[in-house]
């Protein structure tokens, strides 16, 4: 079973184009996050989610906008796709908020806009 | 806030020699220090960690050294094998789950 999924795996697009991507995790986590890597592996947080609840918001474009069902899915939509958005998103989780826990992730999907 | 400096960026070893990786922070509140080892096409897997009322770890033939006073940890690997080749990444936490990374070390170990 794969503790943190993420859909698509790739993700190809035209510029102006709003997309979505999906991620889930079966480990009964509390908190959940979204990653941005981009050209030269450079990691960076974007958000974080504890109970559905927005916890981190980084110096994000407000056309980036996570939404968290419940607590085992948070999804990342992005509105008017720009070519400086193409990178490898990373969701990952972790148990809770209450003493630094490690961070599960997933696999990763790599947006190209063109 | 807080701000992880990771050197060296790339480095290459023969099968057999140690590899060590070193990361400065700058937040003296920072407590948590994991290592994630990335594999082509995959995403980050924590292969270490080190809170800071620690000053040593080991796991196998991965080690952990944090230095509180001057600021860096490092991460050392003893007898590499090809499949440890990857790109490992630093990280610096204080509080609330945010993790600062490093910019990351590409790991080359040749036969």
């Known amino acids: 079973d794969t503790a943190v999924s993420q859909t698509p795996k790739y993700l190809v697009t035209q510029m102006g184009n709003d997309k979505s991507i999906k991620c889930e995790q079966n480990?009964?986590?509390?908190?959940m996050y979204w990653y941005k890597q981009d050209s030269k592996k450079f990691l960076k947080i974007m958000f974080s989610?504890?109970?559905?609840?927005?916890?981190i918001n980084e110096t994000v474009p407000n056309r980036f906008s996570p939404k968290s069902p419940d607590k085992a899915h948070l999804n990342l939509h992005i509105n008017s796709l720009e070519l400086g958005d193409s990178a490898v998103y990373f969701c990952?989780?972790?148990?809770?908020?209450?003493?630094?826990?490690?961070?599960?992730f997933g696999p990763g999907t790599r947006l190209l806009v063109l | 806030g807080e701000n992880v400096e990771q050197h060296p960026s790339t480095l290459s070893v023969q099968e057999g020699d140690s590899a060590v990786i070193k990361c400065t922070y700058s937040?003296?509140?920072?407590?948590?220090f994991p290592w994630y080892k990335q594999e082509l096409g995959k995403g980050p897997q924590l292969i270490i960690d080190?809170?800071?009322?620690?000053g040593e770890k080991k796991d196998q033939r991965i080690a952990v050294t944090l230095n509180k006073t001057a600021k860096h940890f490092s991460l050392h690997i003893t007898e590499t094998q090809p499949e440890d080749s990857a790109v490992y990444f630093c990280?610096?936490?204080?509080?609330?789950?945010?993790?600062?990374f490093g910019t990351g070390t590409r790991l080359l170990v040749s036969p």
């Open positions: 937040d003296s509140a920072s407590n948590y």
């Open positions: 080190i809170r800071s009322n620690v």
């Open positions: 990280a610096a936490s204080r509080s609330f789950q945010k993790l600062v």
């Open positions: 480990l009964g986590h509390d908190t």
């Open positions: 989610y504890n109970n559905k609840e927005l916890i």
């Open positions: 990952a989780s972790s148990q809770d908020l209450g003493l630094v826990q490690t961070q599960y």
